[in-house]
C-alpha cells in the first residue's frame, strides 16, 4: 500500500491538514465548524500519514501515545468549565477578552472549552485506529 | 423536498432491521449503524426544516435576520454522530475478538461452545 | 418495652461475630436474654392486673405514619409472657438439644430473631409496624423449619410454610393498609374509635376477608392448614415455640387485637364460626389416625387453633373468657407435649408411637411432665385444661338459641377427639411393657427435662388455683379482646350443671375412644389417601403450573438467538405503533409546504437507495463496507441540501473513518455466509419493510405537527448576547449545553479505553481454540 506518490504528499498534507483542522477549531463559533470536526479532519490527517508511511512512523511524529490526549483535552475543558467560580460566576460562564484578535475573533473560555474537546476527539480517534492497525494476529 | 427524507428514513430503518435479524455479526453492526442514521434523519425532521439557511447569524448582524434552520436537531444530531462512531469502534473491536475466539461470524456459534463447557 | 425488642435483635446479630464462642463455653449465657426478658414482663403483672395500659412512642417515619407506637395491655402481656417464659424454657432446652450440632449459634440466632419479630408483633401499635413485625416471624419460621437444610424434605416444607404465609402477609398488608385508610389512622388503638366507619364502610368485607386470610395461613386454618404437618420438619423445639405456643397464635392474636374493630357483624361470626368449627373436627380427626407424635400433635394444634378462631367468631362476653383462657392453657400442655417428643426422639431415635411403649421406667421424670399435659389437655377436673374446656362449653351453650346444639356438638366431638389424641401423646409411649432396645436408655441432661416438667406442673397449679391466674392474667386479657369488663371470675367448682355433664362425657368418651383406636401404619395409608384431594394438592398443584408456565415462557422469550429477541421486540413496537396511529387517524399532505424538489436531491437519493439495496443483499463485506460509506457520504450531501453545515462536515469526516476502521478490520475476515432460507428472508423483509412504513408515516404526522420553537429562538436571540457566536449549533455545543458535551467527551474517552484494553489484553492460550 506504500506509494511514494501518497508519502510525498501527505508530507505536505499533514501540517496543511493539520493548519486547516485547527482554522476550523477556531472559527467553529462564527461560521460551520468546531471542536468536533476540526479534531476529525485532524485525526484524518494523521490517519492519512500513517497509510502512506505506516503507523510506526507516524507515532514518531506524534511522540506520545494518543491516549494521552484523552486526559489532557479532559483537563483542558474540565478548567474552562471551572474557571469562572474563580471570579465568583457560576461554572460554564462564558468569560471574554476585551479585545478582538484578527482572524480569529473574539477569544473566550468557550473556545478553550472547544480546543479541550478538539485534543479529546483527536486522542480517541488515533487512539483506536492506531491500535486496531498495530495489534497484529 | 421533505418526502424524499421520510423515503428515505423509512429504507434506512426497514433495511436497518433487516440487517439485525440475520446472524452474522458484521452484518449485525451494519443493521445498527443503519438505524443510527435513520433516527438522525427523523430527528432532522422534527425541526423546521428548510433550505439554504443554516443556523448562523449572518456576519453584520447579531441576531438572526431571516427564518433560519432549526439548530437544537443538528446540536442533538453532531452528538448522536460522533457518539455512534465511538460505538461503531467499540463495537468492531469487540467483533474481532470475538472473532479471533470463536473463529466464526454466526452468532448463533457463541451459544454452543458455552453449553458445551458447561 | 422497646429494649426487649432490640435486646433479641442485637443478640442476633452479635452471634454473627461470636457464634464461635457460644457454639462451646458461652453457650450458657444464650438463655439469659428471654430469661431476664420473662422477669421484666413478670413484673408488670400486677401493674396490668390493676388496669393499667402501657404506652410508648418512638418517631420512626412519620410522614408515611410509621411510628414505633408500642403498646401494653393484657393480651399483650399474655403474649409477651407466652413467648418469653416458654422461650426461656426452650432456650434451656435447645441449648442441650442441640449440643454439636455444627449450626448451634445460627439457630440460636434465628431464634433470637424470632423472639424479637413475636414481642414486636403483641407489643406494637401500630398497624404497619405490627405488618412489619409479622413478616420477620414468617422469615424466621423458614429458616428455622429448613434448619436441617441437607434435607429436601425440609426446604420443602419450609418453602410452603413461607409460601403460604408470606402469601397471607400480601393479603394482610392489603387488608391493613385499606383498614389505615378508612379510619384515617394507623394506630391500634384510635381504631376503635372508628368502629362505625369501618363497620358502616363499603369496603368492610374487603378489609375483613384480607384480614381473615392472613390470619388463616398464619394460623394454620383449612384450608391452608397443610404447611403446619409439614413444618415439624424443623428441630422439636422449633415446634414446640413456633409451631404450636407462639408463632401460630400471631393469626389468633390478630383476630383477638382486631376484636374490638371489626366484630359484631353476621359476616365476621359466620366465617369465623365455620372456618374454625370445620377446621377443629377436620384436624382433630385426622389426628387420631396418625402414628407419628410430632404429627399428632400438629394435628391437634390445628385443631386447638380452630377452636381459638371458633370461639372468637362466637364473639360473645362467655367466648371471648374461653377464647383468652384457652390460649394459655393450649400453650402450656402443647409445648410440654412438644418437648417431651422431642426427649423421646432425641433419646430413642423413633417417633412412632407404635413402636413406642413402657418408656416411664426409663425416662420417669419425662413421663410424668407427658402425663400432667395430656391430663390438662383431656380436661381432667382440677388441672387447667378443664377450666378451659368448662368455658368452652359455657361459650357455645350461651349463644343464640338454635345454634346451641350444632356448636356444642361440634365442641363436644372436637374435644373428645383431642382427649384421645392427647393420651396417645401423652400416655401411650410411656405405659405398657418396656422393649428390650429401649433397656439401657438413661434420663437426659437435667436441663432437658425440667423446663417441660415445670410447664406440665403449670397446667397442675394454675388447674388448682384458678382464680389466682385468672384475676392477674386472664381478666385483663379478656378485657382487652373485648374491649369492656368481662367480669370474669374463675373457679374449679360452678355446681353440678350442664357443663359439668358434658365435660365428663367428653372425658369418658376420649378415654373409651383412645382404647378402641389403635393406629397403625395402614390407617395413616387410608387417611393419607384424603390429602389427594386436600388443599394442599391443589396448592402445589398451582404452584408446579406456575413453574412449568416460566419455564415455556423464559424458553420462549429468551431462547437464546439473538435475532428472535429482535424480532419479539420490533413486532411488539410495530403492534403498538399500529395502533396508536390507528387511533389518531388519517394523513394529510400539503405540498405547497414542502421545500421544493430539486434534481440533486433526487441523485442523491437515488444513489442512496441503490447503495442501500447493496448493503443488503451483497455476499462481499469490502462491498457492503463500501455501500454503507456511499450511504454516509449521501446522507451527509443531504445536510447540506437542508442548511446543516455542521452536521455535513461532521458526518463526512466521521464516515471517513468508519470505513477506515471497518477496512483494517474486516479485509481480513470472508465472505457472508448465506444462513437463512428464502422463506425466512421473505419473512424478515415484510417485518423491516413494514417497520420502515411505520416509522414513514410517524414521520409524515410529524411533519405537520406544529412546532414549538421557544427554545430555538432563545437559542437563536441570545447566541450573540449571552454566547458572542454567530454558529448556533456550536454555541449550544461548547456553550449553552457545554456540561453535556463535556460528558460526551468522556464517553468517548471511554470508548477509546475499552478498545484499547480490549485490544492489548492478550489472549490466553487457553482462551484460544
Not at chain 3, 416471624?137 to 434448619?147: A, D, H, V
Not at chain 3, 393406629?519 to 391443589?538: D, L, R, W
Not at chain 3, 454503507?628 to 447540506?640: N, Q
Amino acid at each position: 500500500m506504500r506509494s511514494i506518490i501518497l508519502q510525498t504528499a501527505t508530507r505536505y498534507l499533514l501540517p496543511i491538514l493539520l493548519l486547516f483542522s485547527f482554522f476550523l477549531l477556531l472559527r467553529g463559533h462564527y461560521y460551520p465548524g468546531g471542536g468536533f470536526v476540526g479534531g476529525l479532519v485532524a485525526s484524518i490527517a494523521f490517519v492519512l500519514h500513517s497509510f502512506a508511511n505506516g503507523t510506526e512512523a507516524t507515532m514518531k511524529i506524534l511522540k506520545r501515545k494518543p491516549l494521552s490526549l484523552i486526559p489532557v483535552g479532559l483537563g483542558i475543558s474540565a478548567v474552562s468549565v471551572v474557571l469562572p467560580t474563580f471570579f465568583g460566576l457560576p461554572p460554564m460562564t462564558g468569560l471574554w477578552w476585551e479585545e478582538k484578535v484578527p482572524v480569529i475573533g473574539m477569544i473566550g473560555s468557550a473556545l478553550f472549552f472547544d480546543l479541550g474537546v478538539y485534543l479529546v476527539v483527536i486522542g480517541v480517534v488515533l487512539t483506536i485506529l492506531f491500535t486496531i492497525s498495530l495489534t497484529k494476529d | 423536498m421533505e418526502l424524499l427524507l421520510v423515503l428515505v428514513l423509512g429504507l434506512l430503518y426497514a433495511a436497518g432491521v433487516y440487517l439485525i435479524l440475520r446472524r452474522s455479526m458484521v452484518k449485525l453492526l451494519l443493521g445498527i449503524m443503519l438505524l443510527g442514521n435513520g433516527t438522525n434523519i427523523l430527528i432532522f425532521l422534527l425541526g423546521s426544516i428548510t433550505k439554504g439557511k443554516p443556523p448562523v447569524i449572518d456576519s453584520n448582524h447579531n441576531v438572526f435576520q431571516d427564518i433560519y434552520a432549526d439548530p437544537i436537531p443538528q446540536a442533538l444530531i453532531l452528538t448522536a454522530i460522533v457518539i455512534s462512531f465511538a460505538l461503531t469502534a467499540f463495537a468492531i473491536v469487540l467483533l474481532k475478538r470475538v472473532y479471533a475466539l470463536v473463529d466464526s461470524d454466526d452468532l448463533d456459534d457463541l451459544n454452543t461452545p458455552e453449553e458445551e463447557d458447561i | 418495652m422497646l429494649f426487649t425488642i432490640l435486646l433479641g435483635l442485637i443478640s442476633s446479630i452479635l452471634l454473627i461475630p461470636f457464634g464461635k464462642r457460644f457454639k462451646s463455653s458461652w453457650s450458657i449465657l444464650l438463655p439469659f436474654v428471654p430469661t431476664v426478658l420473662f422477669i421484666y414482663y413478670l413484673g408488670y403483672i400486677p401493674k396490668v392486673a390493676s388496669g393499667l395500659t402501657y404506652f410508648q412512642e418512638i418517631n420512626w417515619v412519620p410522614s408515611l405514619g410509621v411510628n414505633f407506637n408500642l403498646k401494653l395491655d393484657g393480651l399483650s402481656l399474655l403474649f409477651c409472657l407466652l413467648i418469653t417464659g416458654i422461650g426461656t424454657g426452650i432456650f434451656f432446652y435447645a441449648r442441650t438439644y442441640l449440643k454439636g450440632h455444627p449450626y448451634f449459634d445460627r439457630f440460636f440466632g434465628y431464634l433470637y430473631l424470632f423472639m424479637s419479630a413475636m414481642l414486636g408483633l403483641v407489643l406494637s401499635d401500630n398497624i404497619l409496624l405490627l405488618f412489619i413485625f409479622w413478616e420477620l416471624t414468617s422469615i424466621s419460621s423458614f429458616f428455622l423449619i429448613g434448619f436441617n437444610n441437607d434435607q429436601e424434605a425440609s426446604r420443602k416444607s419450609a418453602m410452603t410454610a413461607l409460601t403460604i404465609t408470606g402469601m397471607g402477609g400480601f393479603f394482610l398488608l392489603a387488608g391493613l393498609i385499606l383498614i389505615g385508610n378508612v379510619a384515617g389512622t394507623f394506630k391500634i388503638s384510635e381504631l376503635i374509635e372508628y368502629r362505625d366507619v369501618i363497620l358502616n364502610h363499603p369496603q368492610y368485607p374487603l378489609i375483613l376477608g384480607l384480614i381473615f386470610l392472613g390470619a388463616f395461613t398464619k394460623s394454620a386454618q383449612f384450608p391452608f392448614h397443610f404447611w403446619l404437618p409439614g413444618a415439624m420438619k424443623a428441630p422439636t423445639p422449633v415446634s414446640a415455640y413456633l409451631h404450636s405456643a407462639t408463632m401460630v397464635k400471631a393469626g389468633i392474636y390478630l383476630l383477638a387485637r382486631f376484636f374490638p374493630v371489626l366484630s359484631g357483624t353476621d359476616l365476621w361470626t359466620y366465617t369465623l364460626m365455620g372456618i374454625g368449627g370445620f377446621t377443629m373436627l377436620y384436624s382433630a380427626i385426622h389426628s387420631l389416625f396418625r402414628i407419628d407424635l410430632k404429627s399428632i400433635l400438629a394435628f391437634t394444634t390445628i385443631s386447638a387453633l380452630g377452636m381459638l378462631v371458633f370461639l372468637l367468631g362466637i364473639g360473645t362476653k362467655q367466648a371471648v373468657i374461653a377464647a383468652s383462657v384457652f390460649i394459655l392453657v393450649h400453650a402450656l400442655y402443647k409445648a410440654t407435649l412438644f418437648l417431651v417428643t422431642g426427649i423421646v426422639d432425641h433419646e430413642t431415635g423413633t417417633r412412632d408411637i407404635t413402636r413406642l411403649s413402657g418408656l416411664k421406667k426409663v425416662l420417669g421424670p419425662v413421663a410424668l411432665a407427658a402425663g400432667l399435659a395430656a391430663l390438662s389437655s383431656a380436661g381432667l377436673p382440677s388441672t387447667f385444661g378443664f377450666i378451659g374446656k368448662d368455658l368452652i362449653y359455657e361459650a357455645t351453650l350461651h349463644v343464640e338459641s338454635h345454634w346451641i346444639l350444632i356448636l356444642t356438638v361440634i365442641a363436644v366431638a372436637t374435644n373428645i377427639c383431642l382427649v384421645a389424641a392427647g393420651f396417645m401423646a401423652g400416655f401411650k409411649p410411656f405405659i405398657g411393657s418396656l422393649p428390650q432396645e429401649f433397656e439401657k436408655l438413661h434420663l437426659p441432661y437435667k436441663s432437658m427435662w425440667i423446663p417441660p416438667l415445670i410447664l406440665g406442673g403449670l397446667g397442675l397449679i394454675f388447674g388448682l388455683f384458678p382464680g389466682f391466674i385468672g384475676n392477674y392474667l386472664s381478666y385483663q386479657t379478656a378485657n382487652s379482646i373485648y374491649a369492656g369488663d368481662t367480669e370474669m371470675h374463675l373457679a374449679i367448682w360452678h355446681g353440678f350443671n350442664t357443663v359439668l355433664i358434658l365435660s365428663l362425657v367428653t372425658l369418658a368418651a376420649g378415654t373409651f375412644l383412645y382404647f378402641i383406636n389403635k393406629p397403625s401404619a395402614e390407617k395413616v395409608g387410608f387417611i393419607e389417601k384424603f390429602e389427594k384431594i386436600s388443599p394442599q394438592q391443589i396448592f402445589t398443584g398451582y404452584a408446579n403450573d406456575i413453574v412449568k408456565f416460566s419455564e415455556r415462557f423464559t424458553n420462549f422469550f429468551h431462547n437464546g438467538y439473538l435475532r428472535s429477541y429482535h424480532m419479539k421486540i420490533i413486532l411488539f413496537a410495530e403492534g403498538l405503533l399500529i395502533y396508536k396511529l390507528w387511533q389518531s387517524g388519517p394523513i394529510k399532505i400539503v405540498f405547497d409546504n414542502l421545500t421544493p424538489l430539486t434534481i440533486y436531491e433526487v441523485a442523491v437519493v437515488i444513489i442512496l437507495l441503490g447503495a442501500l439495496l447493496i448493503v443488503v443483499s451483497t455476499p462481499s463485506r469490502l462491498t457492503s463496507v463500501v455501500a454503507m460509506s456511499v450511504i454516509g457520504y449521501c446522507i451527509c450531501l443531504m445536510y447540506v441540501f437542508y442548511s446543516a453545515p455542521d452536521l455535513a462536515m461532521t458526518q463526512f469526516t466521521i464516515d471517513t473513518l468508519s470505513t477506515v476502521l471497518f477496512v483494517l478490520v474486516l479485509y481480513k475476515l470472508p465472505s457472508f455466509l448465506n444462513l437463512a432460507s428464502a422463506r425466512e428472508r421473505y419473512r424478515d423483509s415484510i417485518v423491516a419493510l413494514g417497520f420502515g412504513a411505520i416509522l414513514s408515516i410517524i414521520a409524515l404526522k410529524v411533519l405537520y405537527e406544529p412546532i414549538k420553537t421557544e427554545t430555538s429562538d432563545f437559542y437563536g436571540e441570545n447566541a450573540y448576547i449571552l454566547a458572542k457566536g454567530k454558529n448556533v449549533v456550536n454555541l449550544i455545543l461548547a456553550d449553552f449545553r457545554g456540561i453535556d458535551t463535556m460528558f460526551e467527551t468522556v464517553v468517548l474517552g471511554i470508548a477509546a479505553l475499552g478498545v484499547y484494553s480490549l485490544l492489548k489484553l492478550r489472549l490466553k492460550s487457553s482462551e484460544k481454540e
